[in-house]
């Protein structure tokens, strides 16, 4: 049996935290996988996240199941970061919460959920996306339809093509979209391109299906689940994958949910239900740690504020560095084309200039590396490095 498989090529995406790790330069600088790095270039366990870490495993009696939904306390503090606490979705009782192994497991149970249905099979995808995005979703048998979101050479968003494609979309098809933080571009919607979205949504009867795995780390905690939060109060049903991994630093944990946004409490029910079937056939249950120490860490006001100030301060500081790079890329070409950097949000933005043997000599050459498609992630870059990284880019793209 097992001589018929064949020799799979390694992700790319992690084959660049291989490549880092093994490279023994003092210079070396990371900009490919997608972690938060504080000055020391660490990527830190939060410290209202290591106390309520410490609580849980001073005070936790039992390691039993927990069932395929996950913690129930969990779910309720992640629908309210994510939804607000007042929002008329949850007032109305029309929403399903469940746990799951990460951003990742609910984009892929979400995926399963929506085949289930046997309404659609039809995905769209804006273009540029995450690459684990098409895998992910069209391993579980739903098929791709790509639009144009974002031009990665004049780094301008294509917001006339993308609503031309909605509105070719296949009747009752399902629409992903990037809540805040758009990975790997940094270029998100403003609020009327999303609202002219829903309407076109609204208007042809396309679910929207919202990735949100870096909520706080743009404009701030609210501000980057506003769009999200009027698709759920505009539209009649909205599929969102939540992750923990960034806003928490909960990585390895693998700590993520399913929040649907139903039309009526029955079905928001029978849509529960149906997820944990689902779970149950795939993964049984989800982990239990990470969720447990975000719900221990949301049950408590003074370590829910230390997080948030925490979170606060990693938001800061991205785009503090977003500021320094694009002005050394602006010293070092003379002219303004990576401004976008400034503007952009989340950890990522894409430069258009570095094609796959810009990235390679970029790394060969200067210890720097990016994600195969040009991404860099301005939380791995040090401060005292943006000059030297400006310049390693101009001699590879000039
Ligand atoms: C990234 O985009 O770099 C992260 O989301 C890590 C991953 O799993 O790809």
């Not at 779910?75 to 929002?87: C, N, P």
């Not at 008329?88 to 929403?95: D, Q, T």
Request: hydrophobic content about 45%.
């Amino acid at each position: 049996m097992l001589d018929r498989l064949s020799p799979q090529p390694p992700d790319a995406l992690l084959a660049v935290m291989t490549a880092f790790a093994n490279d023994h330069s003092p210079d070396k600088v990371d900009l490919g996988v997608g972690v938060y790095k504080d000055a020391a270039g660490v990527t830190p366990v939060m410290a209202a996240v290591k106390a309520a870490e410490a609580r849980l495993i001073a005070e936790q009696g039992s390691k039993s199941y927990v069932g395929p939904a996950g913690n129930r306390l969990f779910a309720t503090l992640v629908e309210q970061l994510t939804l607000g606490s007042d929002h008329p979705a949850l007032r109305e009782g029309r929403v399903a919460t469940l746990q799951t192994p990460g951003g990742c497991g609910a984009l892929r149970l979400i995926a399963d959920l929506i085949v289930k249905t046997g309404v659609t099979t039809d995905l769209l995808i804006g273009d540029p996306t995450w690459t684990n995005h098409h895998p992910l979703l069209t391993s579980a048998g739903l098929t791709a339809h790509r639009f144009a979101y974002y031009d990665t050479v004049t780094a301008q968003l294509q917001f006339d093509r993308m609503v031309a494609a909605l509105e070719a979309a296949p009747e009752g098809g399902v629409v992903l979209l990037q809540g805040a933080c758009h990975n790997p571009t940094g270029a998100d919607l403003s609020l009327a391109q999303w609202s002219a979205v829903a309407d076109v949504l609204e208007r042809r009867g396309l679910v929207p299906l919202v990735d949100q795995a870096y909520q706080g780390l743009g404009n701030g905690l609210d501000a980057d689940a506003a769009a999200l939060r009027m698709l759920a109060a505009r539209l009649p049903e909205v599929l969102i994958a939540v992750s923990c991994s960034k806003n928490f630093g909960l990585y390895r944990e693998r700590v993520g949910a399913i929040i649907v946004v139903a039309r009526t409490p029955a079905q928001a029910l029978t849509t529960f239900g149906t997820l944990q079937m689902l779970a149950r056939r795939m993964y049984s249950m989800p982990p239990d740690h990470g969720a447990a120490i975000v719900a221990t860490l949301g049950a408590d006001p003074a370590l829910l504020g230390i997080w948030r100030a925490e979170l606060d301060g990693m938001r800061v500081r991205v785009n503090t560095l977003r500021t320094l790079l694009a002005a050394a890329l602006a010293s070092e070409y003379g002219d303004r084309r990576f401004d976008h950097i400034a503007t952009q949000r989340g950890m990522f933005s894409i430069l258009g200039v570095l094609g796959l043997d810009a990235v390679a000599r970029l790394a060969r050459d200067a210890h720097v590396y990016t994600a195969p498609d040009g991404r860099i992630n301005l939380a791995g870059l040090p401060e005292a490095a943006a000059g030297r990284v400006a310049a390693a880019i101009r001699r590879v793209a000039p």
